[in-house]
């Protein structure tokens, strides 16, 4: 097993750990309702994707 020579100091192992966070999604508005949508996704109000349908959604009454 291998072990360290010597203790790794709290800023050290911080300053390695500071890329690791998380990240917001990109969000943009649909150009067919204008409902906010995450990038490369179907509009999950009208389900268009870049102006075309890819899916019918259905109207509950």
């Given at each position: 097993m291998a072990h360290p020579k010597s203790k790794i100091s709290k800023q050290r192992?911080?300053?390695?750990r500071t890329h690791q966070k998380a990240v917001l999604p990109t969000?943009?508005?649909?150009?067919?309702?204008g409902a906010t949508v995450q990038y490369h996704r179907v509009c999950?109000?009208?389900?268009f994707y870049r102006g075309?349908?890819?899916i019918e959604k259905t109207v509950n009454a």
């Open positions: 192992r911080n300053k390695r969000l943009g508005t649909c150009s067919n309702c999950p109000d009208c389900g075309k349908l890819a």
